[in-house]
C-alpha cells in the first residue's frame, strides 16, 4: 500500500510540475499576475508530493518490503537500517528519486528567498525549474519506476553492493546532486532572463549566491567521493580520471567560471553574454554525467546496469533541454549588448583569460571522456583513454589559470598597468621562485613538477598576502583588526577559497612527490619501517560483521621506539553477493596519511601486505573543504542578503554614522 | 547571429554522436586479423628483462594473449576474470604489457595478483600496431598453428569466458 501512495504522489507530482512549467511562463510573457502567481504554491506543492514519494520508498526499505523491486535489488534483511536508507540512493531509479527530490528542494528555497525579485522574473525561473522536474518525473514513471513491484515478493534482497556500504557514499551523492541540481537554479536564472530580456547588473547579482551554494555542494560532494575512493577501493589513490569522476568534474569547471564570470556582471555589467552562457553549459554537463553515467555509452568502474530505453530518454531529454536552451540563447543573446568595455591588461580581461583557460579544461576532459565514444561511433576502433592523456593535457591548462589567480584580484578593473602589477607583485615573486626552487632540496628531493606544485601554491599565499594588503592601506582605520574586518565577508570569501586551492596544490604535490609505498609479504611479528615509521604485523583474525565476514589484522605502529597506532585493516567478504572487499586501515595526521591495507592470505598466516606512507594527502580533501568554506563564507556577504534586511542594515549604518557626526 | 549559434551547432553534433553511442556495444567489434596468423614479435619480458618471448615459443598450444597496462581502468575491471582462468589451468594467459612503465607495471601485478606466466613487455607500443589494438584491455584467442580464433575488445567478463572463451579453446585444444 505504502509504495502505492509514493508512486500516486509522483504522478501527481507530474501534474503539477506541468501546470507549474507552462502556467506562470505563459502568464509571465502575457503579464498575467494571477498566473505568475500560480509559481509558489506549485513548486511548494510539488516538493510536498516528491517528499511523499521519497518517505515512502525510504518507508519500504525501513520495512524490508521487498515485493518493490528496486528495494529487494538493493538492500537486504541483514544490511544496517543506516545503509538500508543509504540505500534509496544506492542504484538508478532512486538515484533519479533524490535528483528529483533535491530539484524540489531548491525550487522551495527559490520561492522562499525570491521576495524581493520581480514577480515576472520569478514565475520565470519557477516554470523553468518546474520543466525540469518534469522531465525527470517522465523519466522515472516510464522506464525507471522506483515503486515497481516484484510479484511474488522476494525472500530476500540481493543486498546494496558493498562498495557503497560506507558512511562517506552515505554522504556524497546526496552532496553531489546539491551541487548538480542547484546549478538548474543558474539556468533557470539565465533562461528567465533570455526570456524576458532583462539581463542586467541586478540579474547577477541575484544569481551569484544561488551558483556560489551550488558550487560549494559539488565541491564537498566531489571531494567526498574522491575521499571515499581514497580509502574504500583500497589502492590509496584519490583520482582516477574515469568518466563518472570526470562528470562530476566537468560541472564545477564550468561551475568555477560561472561564478567568476558572474562577479564581472555584477560588478561591472561587462560578459552578460558569457555569463549566460556559462549558466547554461554549467546544468547541461551536469545533466549529460547523468546521461553518462546513467546511460551505458561508455564502459567505467561505475559501470551501471544499462537499459537503452533509458539511455534513449535522458538523451531525448537532453536534446529538448539544452538544445531548446541554446535556440534561445541564438535568438536572444544578439540583442543583449555588451558590457563596459576594458583594456588589454585590466581585472576583466584575467578574469576572462581564467575563465577560458577553465573552459578549455573542462573541454580537453570532455574530449578525452567523449573520445572512446566518438571514434566509435565513426567506425574508427574502440580506444580507452586513460590518465596519461589527462595528466599531460590538464595540467598545463592549468597552470597558467592557477597563475592568473594570483594577479587577478589585484589588477585594477577596467585598466590596469602591467609595470605597476610587476612592481606590485616583484617581492611575492620573487620570494615564491626561490622558495619553490629551494624548498624540494630541504625536504630532500628536487622534481620539475615538484618545485612547479609548490610555486604555483605558494604564489597564490603570497600574491593573497599582497592583495591584503593593498585592501588594508586603502582605508583609513585605527587598528590592523579593525581594517580586516571592515572587509566585506565576499572578499574574505574568495580569499578563503583560493587558500584552499593552493593547500588543496600543496596535498598533491606533496603526495605525487613523497609518497612512499610498499608491497610485501609479512608473517606474524614481521616489521616493516616506511616513512620513519615501522609497522609490526600482529597476525589477523576472524571477525564477523551484520553482513560479512572479515579477516582483520593488526598492526602495531612505532616512530624512534615511540608508539603512533594500532591499526587494524579488514579484508570483508560479503556473503549476499559474495563480493570481497579491502577494508583499509588509515591513520590520519595532518602532514601524513599511514595506510595499510590487506592484499591476500598466504600460507602460515602470512599476509600480502601494502602500506604506504602519504604526506600531506588530506591536504587535499582539506583544501576543497576550505574552497567550500570561502564559497559560504561569501554568500553570508551582506550585499546578498534580501533587500528588506540589506535596507534595515543600510537604515542602521546611515544612523550610525549620523550620531557619530552629531557626537 | 552567426556566433551565437555556435553553441548549439556543437551541441547538435555531440548528440549526434551520443545518439549513435547508444546503438554500439562498446564491448563488441569485429577483427580482420580473426583468422589470420598472429603477427609475430619478440619481445623482452616484464619481470626477466634479458629474456625474451614469442608467440612461436607457444606452437603446438592454445593460449590467450591478453593486452594491458597498469594504467587502463578496464583491466582493473578485468583482472578478478583472469584471475580465476589461471586459476582453473584450462589455458594459459600470456600477457602483453602495452604502453606502460615497468616498474608500475610490476608494482600493478604485485598489488593485484599475476595471471601470466609470462608477460611480454611493449614499452612503445609497436606490436600493438601489428595487432590493431584499439584499446586496453584486449584479448586474443590464439591456436596450435598460431592463428587468432577469437578476439575480445574491452574487458573479459565471466559470461563470455564461459560462452565464447572456453568453449573455444575446449574445441581449439581438441583439433
Known sequence: MIPEIGHFALILAVCVAVVQGTLPLYGAAVGNSALMSVAKPAARGQFFLVLVAFCCLGYAFAAKDFSVLYVAATSNSKLPLHYRLAAIWGAHEGSLLLWTFILTLWMVAVTIFSKHLPEAMRARILGVMGLVSLGFLLFMLTVSNPFERLIPAAVDGRDLNPLLQDPGMVMHPPMLYMGYVGFSVAFAFAIAALLGGNLDAAWARWSRPWTTVAWCFLTVGIALGSGWAYYELGWGGWWFWDPVENASFMPWLAGTALIHSLAVTDKRGGFKVWTVLLAIMAFSLSLLGTFLVRSGVLTSVHAFATDPRRGLFILAFLAVVIGGSLLLYAWRAPRVGLGGGFDLVSRESMLLANNVLLIVAMGSVLLGTLYPLFLDALGLGKISVGPPYFDTVFVPLITPAVFLMGIGPIAQWKKASLPALAMQLRWAFSSSVVTAILLPFVLGKWTPLLSLGLLLAIWIVTTTVVNIRERVGHLVGNSLMSCLAALPRAYWGMVLAHCGIAIFIVGITMVKGFEVENDLRMNVGDTATIGGYTFRFEGAQEVSGPNYVAARGSFHVTKDGREVAEMHPEKRVYQVQNQTMTEAAIDTGLFRDLYVSLGEPIEGGAWSVRLYHKPFVDWIWGGCMIMALGGLLAVSDRRYRPAWRRERYEEAEALRSISKSVA | ?175
Open chain 2, 1 to 175: 547571429m552567426k556566433r551565437f549559434l555556435l553553441p548549439l551547432a556543437v551541441f547538435v553534433v555531440l548528440v549526434g554522436f551520443l545518439a549513435a553511442g547508444l546503438t554500439l556495444n562498446p564491448r563488441e567489434v569485429p577483427s580482420p586479423l580473426v583468422g589470420k596468423p598472429a603477427p609475430p614479435f619478440r619481445l623482452p619480458q616484464l619481470h626477466e628483462q634479458d629474456k625474451t618471448f614469442s608467440p612461436s615459443d607457444m606452437a603446438g598450444r592454445v593460449w590467450l594473449l591478453n593486452v594491458w597496462a597498469s594504467w587502463c581502468g578496464g583491466c582493473k575491471e578485468e583482472h578478478p576474470v583472469l584471475m580465476r582462468i589461471a586459476k582453473a589451468g584450462d589455458v594459459p594467459i600470456y600477457g602483453m604489457d602495452y604502453k606502460d612503465r615497468r616498474d608500475e607495471a610490476l608494482t600493478w601485478l604485485r598489488r593485484h595478483g599475476n595471471p601470466y606466466p609470462i608477460t611480454a613487455m611493449d614499452e612503445a607500443g609497436r606490436i600493438g600496431i601489428d595487432y590493431g589494438v584499439y584499446g586496453v584491455p584486449e584479448t586474443y584467442v590464439i591456436d596450435k598453428q598460431g592463428v587468432i580464433r577469437y578476439k575480445q575488445i574491452g574487458p573479459l567478463d565471466d559470461e563470455i569466458v564461459a560462452k565464447k572463451v572456453l568453449p573455444l579453446v575446449k574445441e581449439l585444444q581438441s583439433k
